[in-house]
């Protein structure tokens, strides 16, 4: 028995998303079936279309930031039940026994975590996954979250990917009240960051190239801005940040934000897919015993742990409502960065799909 679903996919590199029937499988004894009310749209969603990264199998249903409410649920589940509203993150499954997985850090799995799309199904019938630009979808419920009621529903869905992106490396790296937390970049994951840490406590800067981000910076949570092209700016930081969570998705120097660590101070990097390439010198990080690092994601209990903040917080990134039906148009303006800050897919607008 499978699950008749409908959703949008691209079929090659080259071709735009479109409309796209399909089959899930039906729902094991541990499995929540979900009626996807909500989507956010992922710069990685859009790499993962174009093949961009290389492994791109098609038909591709693109999505891993899902909000909706349980339609189903197996006869061993525990932890939902039908109306529960819940979401899944960009993994749906690992291996459960490595070192990792038993810390709860699924994904880092050592044999690989299941990608919500454009991966195979592990266990069972071994089906391809597909994403959350759908109607519908099967999660063992391990890799399923519960939702605060309290949040504005519409607006939670890129906290599956974009908020868990940068709560974890701040959560591992002990922000609390008084830390001095420096962010690059104001985009999809740089304004959660802002978010984030400002209600963790601490003293927040944005780091940015561009002029005219301060008004928005400061709405978002920052409480200084520093232009990163000023010789100046970046002298009167020197030595200050004990964390820079950086989210530049290209290669890009690092060398003028390793000087603005304070000692043991840790740049991680949460945006960068590729090579760093002489964007680093050590001399700053023996000096200082600085670190330069990398973060993904979280894990299933982490990102349950980043939800009920956000719901405590009243936390949710800023969105722009689409239809699915203009996705290909969103992609567009994504390469542009012509949003404030993250695409969400009305899923209702699947039902007008030609």
């Known amino acids: 028995m499978t699950i008749k679903a409908r959703g949008y996919a691209a079929q090659s590199d080259t071709a735009p998303l479109a409309p796209f029937e399909f089959e899930r499988r039906d729902v ?4 929540v079936e979900i009626d996807i009310e909500y989507c956010g749209v992922c710069h990685s969603d859009l790499h993962q279309a174009k093949n961009d990264w290389g492994w791109s199998q098609y038909p591709l249903v693109p999505g891993h930031e899902i909000v909706g409410r349980v339609r189903r649920v197996g006869a061993d ?60 979808i099967v999660v063992t419920e391990n890799f399923v979250v519960g939702v605060p009621e309290n949040l504005d529903t519409q607006a939670v869905a890129p906290l599956l990917c974009a908020g868990i992106t940068t709560y974890s490396p701040l959560r591992h790296w002990n922000v609390q009240k008084g830390s001095k937390v420096a962010v690059v970049g104001l985009g999809g994951l740089g304004h959660m960051a802002l978010k984030l840490a400002n209600a963790m406590g601490a003293e927040v800067t944005l780091f940015t190239r561009s002029s005219g981000k301060e008004a928005d ?9 520093v232009l990163s092209t000023d010789d100046e700016q970046m002298l009167a930081v020197a030595n200050t940040f004990d964390v820079i969570i950086d ?29 760093l390439e002489s964007t680093i010198s050590t001399v700053p990080l023996i000096m200082g015993r600085r670190t330069v690092a ?15 903040f956000c719901g405590e917080h009243n936390i949710v990134p800023d969105v722009e ?29 699947l039902k007008n799909a030609a």
């Open 28 to 31: 094991r004894a541990n499995d």
């Open 77 to 136: 589940v525990k932890k939902f039940k039908v109306g529960d509203l819940v979401g899944v993150g960009c993994m749906v499954d690992s291996c459960r026994h490595c070192h990792p997985c038993e810390q709860g850090l699924e994904q880092y799995c050592e044999n690989g975590n299941v990608q919500t799309y454009n991966d195979t199904d592990r266990f069972g019938d071994h089906m391809r996954t597909y994403g959350g630009y759908s109607d519908t």
């Open 217 to 225: 910076a400061l709405a978002l949570g920052a409480h200084n801005v």
């Open 247 to 275: 989210t530049v998705p290209y290669t890009h120097d690092l060398k003028p934000y390793i000087q603005t660590l304070t000692l043991d101070g840790a740049l991680v990097l949460v945006g960068l897919v590729g090579e």
């Open 294 to 308: 990398g973060s993904m994601i979280g894990g299933i209990a982490e990102t349950q742990e980043m939800l009920d």
């Open 321 to 349: 409502m689409i239809d699915i039906q203009t996705i290909n148009q969103a992609y567009e303006r994504l390469l542009k960065s012509d949003v404030k800050y993250r695409f969400v897919i009305d899923m209702k607008s």
